[in-house]
């Protein structure tokens, strides 16, 4: 008898998981740009360096950010750059530099960088960091997992951006921030949402919809007028 319950729970639970589904969805952008968009047609040309740092924290489990190394961190990161690109009407060229946690140790990767400031009119430091909380996700795959993923349980990464301005004496001229968060529910039915909603094409949406909404801001400002 004690063998045929066993057997049971086995199938309960590998059906739950073979048949699980999940979907995610998005909160709104927060501080997003409220004004008239602004074209800076009569502006002069300038150069710009585009510094990219890509953090992780896991909330009660790691002390601090930590610098993701090895890139892309998230994938079609730079088609969602060069999309957003096309805010700017006044950029004559640009670089790009992705800050990695070994950096501390290669003398070479942080003078190429600095090189690269000095060389070009602006500078626009990005910092996109994910947040989740360790308690919470811990909880959430131990109910999922006891209850054969039968008990819907929501999964919450929270993200934050934040853009810096410098001028060519690196001399800060303006801040910009943003942050979202995507939440991934995971339950059996889901498996019907999955399609629709999955977590990689919401994650997406939201870098292009930052990254656009912060450049056409610096765009109207007139920030990188020289």
């Known amino acids: 008898m004690r063998n045929k319950f066993f057997a049971a ?11 699980s589904g999940c979907a995610a969805f998005h909160s709104d952008l ?23 740092s890509h953090y992780q924290m896991t909330r009660g489990l790691d ?10 961190v998230v994938h079609g990161f730079d088609d969602f750059f060069r999309d957003a690109l096309n805010e700017f009407t006044n950029i004559k060229s640009f670089a790009t530099f992705t800050e990695n946690s070994s950096d501390v140790n290669e003398p070479a990767r942080r003078k190429l960088r600095d090189s690269l400031m000095e060389k070009n009119d602006f500078t626009i430091k990005i910092r996109i960091q994910k947040e989740k909380s ?5 909880f959430g795959i ?3 997992s006891l209850s054969a993923i039968v008990f819907p ?16 004496n690196q001399r ?44 056409r801001e610096i765009e109207s400002d007139g920030v990188l007028n020289k």
């Open 134 to 138: 360790f308690a919470k996700y811990f």
């Open 30 to 52: 927060h501080n997003k740009f409220a004004g008239n968009p602004k074209k800076n047609l009569q502006a002069n040309r300038v150069n710009v360096l585009f510094i990219f």
């Open 9 to 19: 729970m086995a199938v309960v639970l590998l059906a739950g998981f073979l048949f």
């Open 63 to 72: 002390a601090i950010p930590k610098l993701q190394s090895g890139y892309p």
């Open 153 to 168: 349980i929501r999964y919450k990464d929270n993200y934050f951006v934040n853009v810096d301005i410098y001028d060519k």
């Open 142 to 144: 131990a109910v999922n």
């Open 172 to 215: 800060l001229l303006k801040t910009f921030t943003r942050d979202f968060s995507v939440s991934k529910w995971v339950e059996t039915l889901m498996v019907f949402f999955y399609p629709f909603y999955p977590q990689q094409k919401v994650i997406e949406k939201e870098y292009v919809e930052f990254m656009h909404d912060i450049f």
